[in-house]
């Protein structure tokens, strides 16, 4: 059989794609579980969770709320229904009219300060989970479910990358070519060896590749690898989609809809270790406020994010309400951001990730010292 010099590259890849990272708790069998989440392009805050008790919002052309009621004045959208009973039982709480230090509306920009955790846009090339596991060292060690590790996750050793949805992968021939290769580097060798590992503990953990790349079938993966004896405690999912500037109804409400399908999926995964796990599901930024020409929304300012899990003291919308009116809107058109994300983030991997304050505001998110950490977040 001959062997092309593309298939040996996409071999090597395919290999590469596996891991470098040295997997295992080292006997923590209680160590706690974080979830990224990560919406890229900027979900709609507004109809995500609704505010009907704003008075003013009658006056943004969104129709009725129909969704659930969380306490009077916060709703959820119809599609995101299934989370109520989570609200209820604790296991739940939404962070309203917050943002990363960013207002310029840019999706690339947004995200790369989500994902660097400073407010400079490009200033850094690693990202502030990264740095958060490199202060823990290796008792963290972290997974990134798709193709590429995301720059949240860049600056740590102990960081892989796997879709454990793709059934294509190489074929004998050309894994038997690779591995001859890079048997005796001693970069290379090290690395084949970390991703024979890392598969190994998919294929236990997840079992054979499906080849369905819903937002299910990631999440429940990523639940059944958390729950795993040797897998990750730190894992981050990114979901694509979520910029609606026409029809935003219904192309919203299919995206919202995975989404709590796919939160669902993570829990059942998850299993027992959910009692112990922290989910937090952030975007770039909001969106505008009224609807636009197109049935759509353009890219706002203030949002919102979830914090869900077990070990999650929620059941309440955490909020610094600005209100609606339009004096109210940061530039008159989008909801102001009254909460600093990087407290809510800095609330997590203090309280229950184990970084010291200190680091967190020097390494972690430096130059934050000014945002203190949400109290009373994450249970003891």
Known sequence: MSVTRRAVLGGAL?????????????????????????????????????????????????????????????????ELAPLEPWFRDGDLAIVHATCMPYDQRSHFDGQDVLESGVPVAGARRDGWLGRAIGVIGAKTPAFALGDEVPLVLRGSPLVTSYDPTRSARASRAIRSTVEQLWASDPLLGAALVEARRTEALVRRAVGEPSGERSARAVAEAAGRLLAAEEGPDVVVLELDGWDTHTGQDQRLGRQLAGLATGLTALRGGLGDAWRRTVVVVATEFGRTARVNGTAGTDHGVGGAALVAGGAVRGGRVIADWPGLATGRLHDGRDLRATTDLRAILKAVVIDHLGVAPRSVDTVVFPGSSGVSAARDLVRA
Request: glycine content about 20%; proline content about 9%; aromatic content about 8%.
């Open 14 to 78: 395919s290999l590469a794609g596996l891991g470098f990272a040295r997997l295992g708790r080292a006997g923590v069998a209680d160590a706690p579980r974080f979830v990224f989440v990560l919406l890229r392009g900027a979900m709609d805050g507004l109809a995500a969770v609704p505010v009907p008790g704003d008075p003013d919002w009658g006056g943004l052309g969104r129709g009725e709320v129909t969704g659930p009621s969380l306490d009077g004045t916060f709703a959820l959208h119809p």
